[in-house]
């Protein structure tokens, strides 16, 4: 009987030193991220966010170089976020993404997901006409020709009065619509470096690391791994320190 219970404790022994080596990086890991964790609000870990472009592109939300559309000097733009911009300042709340733009007399036009946005020379918003005002709903390009507001769509052209959002309908034209082009690099720059762009949270980061769902599905079954084996270090644990007090006489 000492002989078994001398196998055993040797047996569980070399296998609870073994698999306590092997996941000391992970355990001291995950006790470190889950303190971080219990102590986000405190920390605001929430509040901080992550803009490196290797981690949006690692979420899918990698920021791509903005564009846009140069009218008498200025661009006009929808680089993320909600808002229009002309140059470098929001001007209008417009759903993305930006479908056209063109310039009526001393009038800039912004045709949106959501609707039409009207501004002055200056970015400042004269009025935004919605889809529920009239707009067409498959109207995807914009232009203005000798002074006419024209909206397309993949089957139909109409010229829309500003005035009385009266649509007519145009002969279907092909050519001459407004299209996006890259803004200057300074600009760029300056549009992909704002706040308001879409990040990952410092908390987010954190327990998708502590969970293992940064790595997909084979870093949750990972983690799940160390659980298993903490298990069984629990075990083999018990079960030297049952046959160590066995061959101890009970004490």
Not at 115 to 128: R, Y
Not at 140 to 166: A, F, H, K, M
Request: net charge negative.
């Amino acid at each position: 009987m000492p002989q078994k219970l001398r196998k055993t404790l040797i047996f569980n022994q070399k296998w609870h030193r073994r698999i306590g080596l092997g996941i000391t990086v992970m355990v001291l890991f995950l006790a470190g991220t889950g303190l971080l964790l219990n102590h986000s609000p405190a920390l605001d870990l929430a509040k901080k966010d992550l803009r490196s472009n290797w981690l949006l592109d690692w979420y899918g939300l990698k920021n791509t170089a903005p564009t846009g559309i140069q009218l008498n000097g200025q661009w006009l733009s929808h680089p993320g976020g909600q808002n229009l911009f002309l140059n470098d300042k929001p001007v209008a709340d417009c759903q993305p993404p930006l479908l056209g733009a063109a310039q009526l007399a001393t009038m800039l036009l912004a045709l949106c997901q959501d609707g039409l946005v009207m501004l002055t020379a200056d970015g400042e918003l004269i009025e935004k006409l919605s889809r529920l005002q009239g707009l067409p709903e498959d109207a995807d390009r914009l232009q203005v020709v000798e002074g006419n507001v024209l909206l397309g769509s993949p089957w139909q052209t109409y010229t829309i009065d500003l005035d009385t959002l009266e649509l007519t309908g145009q002969p279907f034209q092909e050519e001459g619509w407004s299209t996006l082009g890259p803004v200057p690099s300074a600009l760029s720059i300056q549009l992909t470096s704002r706040e308001d762009l879409p990040g990952i949270s410092l908390e987010t980061l954190i327990l998708d690391l502590h969970s293992g769902r940064f790595f997909g599905t084979a870093g949750v079954l990972f983690v799940d791994l160390i659980g298993i084996l903490l298990c069984v270090l629990a075990i083999t644990g018990l079960c030297a320190w049952n046959s160590r007090r066995k061959l101890n006489g009970g004490r």
